[in-house]
């Protein structure tokens, strides 16, 4: 397509930016609330939220807060939450056998949230980081974060999720060939209709500190996880994951972090044309929350304009931490 652009004062383009009514005829995308994922913490006990102090406004919460919260998530419209949980370190293990615990915490949740509030979508997330001690999303053997072996965890890990009840599993983990084994398991299993929203092309990225301290991970991690994650000086592999994940069984596929990889968002968009979501992660939120915290900018603004830039970049959704902040003020 070609930008046609007659010759002034044929054309002035500020005749469709005149007015409120104006632009908004013009506008070429929109925020809505069908757009968001919120991305929850949970821990346990009864009752309790406790703060996270590096993401301003966000709180873990036991099993019993969490379910009102998804209640109000839900009564505001919001279409899916994504539970993450704080797992107790006396769980974790070398082989991360509490991720496939039926009566794990995250798989707890996941019921208690589908029995009292089932219009939720549920979305988890298929990795072992919370559940060994050394922070990864594998399983560390002398050192290295063992491909295959993680994979036979991961599927494990998943169809607990799916027999929960969960709607969406979130693969976050990196790892080569989990996709198709996970949709395989998945099928013999009897959930054909489990869909797979894959971490496709997810970044070795600074962006995630906040989130550690969320789960519980930061102090925790062992070196980096630039053997899994990828280099953020490429492009052309976030395509080959991105096929490869959907020639494997991924029904979305997602871009994280989010705003510095809206090329990739694009790019994802042109070249598949499928459901195409970004992860708005901790730090990004964390930048914003403390931006504004400063009277800096204008938080609300530009959380607002962060997300349209979902929008435009091609994204149908957005993992979000501001996801009822957005809400609120939508349904305002
Ligand atoms: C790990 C996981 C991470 C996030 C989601 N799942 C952190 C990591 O890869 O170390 C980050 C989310 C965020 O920063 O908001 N499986």
Known sequence: MTPVVAPFPLIRLRRT????????????????????????????GQDEAHAVPSMPGVERLTIDRLVDAARSAAD?????????????????????E????????????????????????????????????HGHDGIVRNGEIVND??????????????????DILGPSDMM?????????????????DVAILSYAAKYASAFYGPFRDAVG????????????????????????????????GADMVMVKPGLPYLDICRLT????????????????FAMVKAAAANGWIDGD?????????FKRAGCDGILTYFAMDVARALDA
């Open 149 to 166: 072996e993680t994979v036979d965890a991961l599927v494990k890990m998943a169809l607990e999720q799916a027999r929960a009840g969960a």
């Open 301 to 309: 603004a530009v959380m607002f304009e962060s997300l349209m830039a």
């Open 269 to 284: 968009k042109d070249q598949f044309g499928v459901p195409t979501y970004a992860y708005q992660v901790s730090g990004e």
């Open 17 to 44: 930016r005149r007015t409120p009514a104006l632009r908004a005829l013009t506008r070429q995308n929109t925020l809505t609330v069908d757009d968001l994922i919120w991305p929850v913490f949970v821990m346990e």
């Open 176 to 192: 080569d060939g989990r996709i198709g084994a996970m949709r395989s398991a998945c099928e013999a299993d009897g959930h054909k």
């Open 76 to 96: 505001l419209g919001i279409p899916a939450i994504c539970i993450f949980p704080y797992i107790d370190p006396a769980l974790k293990t070398d082989q991360c």
């Open 217 to 248: 991970a930061s102090g925790a991690l062992t070196g980096d996880k630039k053997t899994y994650q990828m280099d953020p000086g490429n492009s052309d592999e976030a395509l080959r994951l991105i096929h490869r994940d959907l020639m494997e």
């Open 98 to 133: 509490e991720a496939w615990n039926t009566d794990n915490l995250s798989n707890r949740a996941i019921r208690a949230i589908k029995d009292a509030v089932p219009d939720i979508a549920v979305m988890t997330d298929v990795a072992l980081d919370p559940y060994n001690a």
